[in-house]
């Protein structure tokens, strides 16, 4: 059946609030994630804010140590757990399905099940701020720093938030797997799947085998901390390195939870603004399964220091993971190259992207060499490695794929020159933010201070640094102001705004529920270039 | 159009190297470590060196590629048939995949090389040095001539200096470290290195300052979030020629044993030794005047007091640090003066009312002596 005729009986987004909390449509779902992400995305960044307006200068002046650790430890959690992971969840909600032709997720009520326990989850751990003190370990959660000992009942809220939110990625991952195997149009061969779907698949085989460690982890501090249980605690016959594998064996594969699936973003985005397909794009298919492999063989790269790891092998296997990851860089460059550039604003975040993940991924290599993570480990170098590749990285494609299916998502296209203004000055406060932090780091100042020395030498840095996050801050006005004149008064986008490639495109914009009317000949991974031009460019 | 605007961009890039070389070294200068210290940071500093220089090499060739192809290949407005549409190239794939990977073998080689001489352990040390790293605070102790035991005081307990290690420049010092609490991590940039420092488990490494550097001081601190009091848990390593050195470890070994109390030497005992002095740190208050202070967030709420001379006076002293050790040291003159009264030390949350006996008028510091470096007031007596 290449055909389906579904005509839908209602329209495609009623409104009403009942409808939101009760729907079980993949792209209403897909929606809802990203909006709440977006929220949390501006909660964790204001604390961000708290914690550069206290170092822009030495000594305190805003937030004293209880309170600034705590600044830091929800700032990162909430940006990893609440919105980088679940804002790419959302996006594959929205597109996977589109893009494989298939009229929903396989279970949409556990899809649905999935997104609610993130709110909830964000909200138990908030509560932590109204109860004597948030989490304040640092997203890392180190014991015995953890333990009842040193810390109150915002590491409890911290940790069952987190194993809700585990729970949902476990969700997520198994209706991923389900829908991409099981769904798929007729004609759409594994080689023939967009990128993205690859990379959202090779993320959800990830989640899958590395977050039911975690959250078996947190259940155990739980224990500990509440039922005199003895797994991470040595004054109790504990192990205090036990929690730091555990923890890293998730946390490490998680960074390329929170990495591949904007890797898969840009794969889409570069071709269709070069006009061109993706170059080497099996190529690209091996390198996102060799990093997900790979990605389960380096998690004491995070643990040089401790004296308690085989340093030689994780060296090895985390230099090697440059291979795939340096393979994807030249396949993107090689796609740009003799293309016909368009520097729409999606383009832009994608050139962003490529610019600032390759520092991201060159300044990895620096920690990798062990005797060199033994001068940089735990200072601001790594505060700004983890920056470039999660911001520069994971960011800058999220809001490269925001632009870009956004018109599919509203039916209306954002504005260009607000969408540059943004661009431009993330852009630079990006920069201005983190760049100084590799000279801070190399400079001797450790990360999670809330107070530094005025004769260290860091305060013109730090001062940078701020001034860097206070221009990042003022970039969200031109994207929420975007956001809402465009959801009102937008260019009607059309099925294809953008010339594209793949089927999500073949849909009206937004699509009806269970998505297509009609689906056309899959035989190439580019459905939509054979229907404009035939076949004619496929082979060259 | 396409042809002249590489040269426009040549042209920007030269005048951009005009500035980077006005602008000088001291921009190079901010991408390197600070100048090491040690044999085994020199070590480092050199492969730091060889890996700076390969990942400048890898930033610049693609990045150029990158601005390269965006200004090379710009749409133009007479584009109207589709560029070519290339999928691949199996050839390429396989060069790009074997060069990073020859790249990354010869980095791993080499830092494993450099690995094994930093991690390289002397069979006979000249020095045995003991830290320990507790929130917030860190002491140094030093084994005997045996290199087995601790050198300790009459009253059995070790010989501890508070956030200074002394070290003799040149010579190879073990160090082990050893957590109470939770973990901390032992840094020192100059030496280009760090060692987590775990409770329930020791870690050791071996040292060598560099002979030249007799008489610096070098700047460390704890790099493992520990708590409130993290930012301000630092420490000096104080490097003497070999011949100071063993005078001043002599002088540690003959005072230890000739002294009663550490106060002559200006160096607070660890913790532990409650009301270890003639005045009681109870009992009912028998003063006029009582002054509050409160310990939090690893600082004192008050950076002066003020009390009468020659009577009693109360200290109401509350230490609002969760499971964090302070108490009230009163010394005369400076903060390294003699002890005057030295108030129990107590685990936050909790308050003790010291009794002082009464002080001439003049001039006082007030210390905790878990935090003697940060935690540090004047007291005036009139």
């Not at chain 1, 590395?210 to 005199?228: C, K």
């Not at chain 1, 840009?266 to 603004?273: K, M």
């Not at chain 1, 406060?429 to 760049?435: A, K, V, W």
């Not at chain 2, 426009?8 to 470590?33: E, K, M, N, Q, W």
Request: charged share 10%; net charge neutral; proline share 7%.
């Amino acid at each position: 059946m290449a055909t389906t005729a579904l005509h839908p009986a209602v329209p495609a987004y009623r409104s009403g609030l009942y409808e939101w909390i009760t729907t079980t449509d993949h792209k209403k779902i897909g929606i809802l994630y990203v909006v709440n992400s977006l929220l949390f995305f501006f909660l964790a960044g204001l604390l961000a804010l708290g914690v550069r307006a206290e170092l822009a200068q030495p000594k305190i002046q805003f937030f004293a140590p209880d309170v600034y650790n705590q600044l830091f430890t929800m700032h990162g959690t909430v940006m990893i757990f609440l919105f980088i992971i679940p804002i790419l969840a959302g996006f594959a909600n929205y597109v996977v399905p589109l893009q494989i032709g298939a009229p929903d997720m396989a279970f949409p009520r556990i899809n649905a099940l999935s997104f609610w326990m993130l709110p909830l989850g964000g909200i138990l751990m908030f509560t932590g701020f109204f109860t004597g003190g948030a989490a304040a370990e640092g997203w890392t959660g180190y014991s015995p720093l953890a333990q009842r000992a040193y810390s109150g009942t915002g590491t409890d809220l911290w940790a069952v938030g987190l194993i809700l939110i585990g729970t949902s990625s476990i969700l997520g991952a198994v209706n991923f797997l389900t829908t991409i195997f099981k769904m798929r149009a007729p004609g759409l061969t594994m080689f023939r799947l967009p990128i993205l779907v690859w990379t959202v698949l090779v993320t959800s085989v990830l989640v899958l085998m590395a977050t039911p460690v975690f959250t078996s982890a947190l259940i155990m501090l739980f224990i500990d901390r509440n039922y005199g249980g003895h797994f991470f605690d040595p004054a109790t016959g504990g192990n205090a390195i036990l929690w730091q594998n555990v923890f890293w064996f998730y946390s490490h594969p998680a960074v390329y939870v929170m990495v591949l699936p904007a890797m898969g973003m840009v794969s889409e985005i570069l071709p269709v603004f070069s006009r061109k397909p993706l170059f080497g794009y099996k190529a690209f298919v091996f390198a996102t399964a060799g990093i997900g492999a790979l990605g389960f063989s380096v998690w004491a790269h995070h643990m040089f220091t401790t004296g308690s790891v085989f340093l030689p092998f994780f060296s090895l296997m985390t230099f090697l993971i440059a291979v795939p990851t340096g393979v994807k860089m030249f396949n993107w460059v090689a796609t740009l190259f003799r293309g016909q550039l368009i520097f729409s604003t999606p383009m832009l975040f994608a050139l962003g992207f490529l610019t600032m993940f390759l520092i991201g991924g060159i300044n990895g290599a620096f920690s990798a060499a062990v005797p060199v993570d033994f001068a940089l480990h735990d200072t601001y170098w790594v505060v700004a490695h983890l920056h470039y590749v999660l911001f520069g990285g994971s960011v800058f494609g999220m809001f490269a794929g925001l632009y870009y299916w956004f018109p599919k998502m509203t039916g209306r296209l954002l504005d260009e020159t607000l969408g540059k203004i943004h661009f431009v000055l993330m852009f630079v406060g990006f920069n201005l933010t983190f760049f100084p932090m590799h000279m801070l780091g190399l400079m001797g100042m450790p990360r999670r201070v809330a107070d530094y020395s005025a004769a260290a030498g860091w305060s013109e840095l730090n001062l940078l640094a701020t001034i860097g996050g206070f221009t990042i801050a003022t970039s969200m006005l031109p994207f929420l102001w975007n956001v809402m004149i465009s959801l009102r008064n937008g260019e009607p986008a059309g099925d294809d705004p953008w010339e594209a490639n793949t089927l999500e495109w073949a849909t009206s914009s937004p699509p009806p529920p269970y998505n297509f009317d009609h689906l056309p000949e899959i035989r190439s991974e580019r459905p939509l270039f054979d229907l404009r031009h035939g076949r004619a460019g496929n082979h060259a | 159009m396409f042809r002249t605007t590489p040269t426009r961009l040549a042209r920007v890039l030269a005048l951009a190297g005009v500035a980077a070389a006005v602008t000088g070294c001291s921009v190079i200068d901010s991408f390197y470590p600070p100048k090491a210290a040690t044999a085994q940071g020199h070590d480092i500093r050199n492969l730091y060196d060889i890996v700076f220089l390969i990942a400048a090499a890898i930033f610049f060739v693609v990045e150029g590629l990158i601005v390269y192809a965006v200004i090379r290949y710009r749409r133009h407005p007479t584009d109207t048939e589709l560029p070519p549409q290339i999928h691949g190239n199996n050839l390429i794939e396989i060069i790009w995949t074997i060069i990073p990977t020859v790249i990354v073998a010869y980095l791993f080689v080499i830092s494993w090389q450099t690995l094994n001489t930093v991690e390289a352990t002397s069979p006979n040390p000249q020095v045995h040095v003991v830290a320990i790293a507790r929130r917030f605070d860190w002491s140094f102790q030093y084994l005997g001539p045996d290199g087995q035991s601790l050198i300790r005081g009459p009253d059995g307990k070790a010989v501890s200096l508070p956030g200074t290690m002394v070290v003799p420049a040149g010579q190879t010092v073990h160090l082990s470290l050893h957590s109470p609490d939770v973990i901390h991590a032992f840094y020192v940039p100059q030496f280009l290195f760090k060692r987590d420092v775990v409770p329930g488990k020791e870690n050791t490494f071996d040292f060598m300052v560099d002979a030249t550097d007799a008489g610096q001081t070098f700047r460390g601190q704890c790099a493992e979030l520990c708590g409130i009091g993290h930012q301000g848990m630092s420490f000096e390593v104080q490097a003497k020629t070999p011949t100071e050195f063993d005078a001043w470890l002599q002088q540690q070994i003959t005072q230890a044993k000739a002294t009663p109390a550490p106060a002559a030497s200006g160096a607070p005992s660890p913790s532990g030794s409650p009301g270890a002095s003639s005045v009681t740190a109870s009992g009912p208050p028998s003063a006029q005047v009582t002054l509050d202070l409160t310990a939090k967030n690893v600082a004192f709420d008050k950076d002066s007091l003020e009390a009468p001379a020659n009577q009693p006076f109360d200290i109401k002293f509350t230490n609002a640090d969760q499971a964090t050790q302070h108490n009230v040291d009163i010394h005369k003159d400076s903060p390294t003066g003699a002890v005057v009264f030295d108030g129990e030390v107590i685990t936050g949350p909790d308050s003790r009312l010291y009794a002082v006996n009464p002080l001439p008028a003049g001039k006082y510091s007030f210390v905790c002596k878990v935090h003697p470096t940060t935690m540090i007031g004047t007291l005036t007596v009139r």
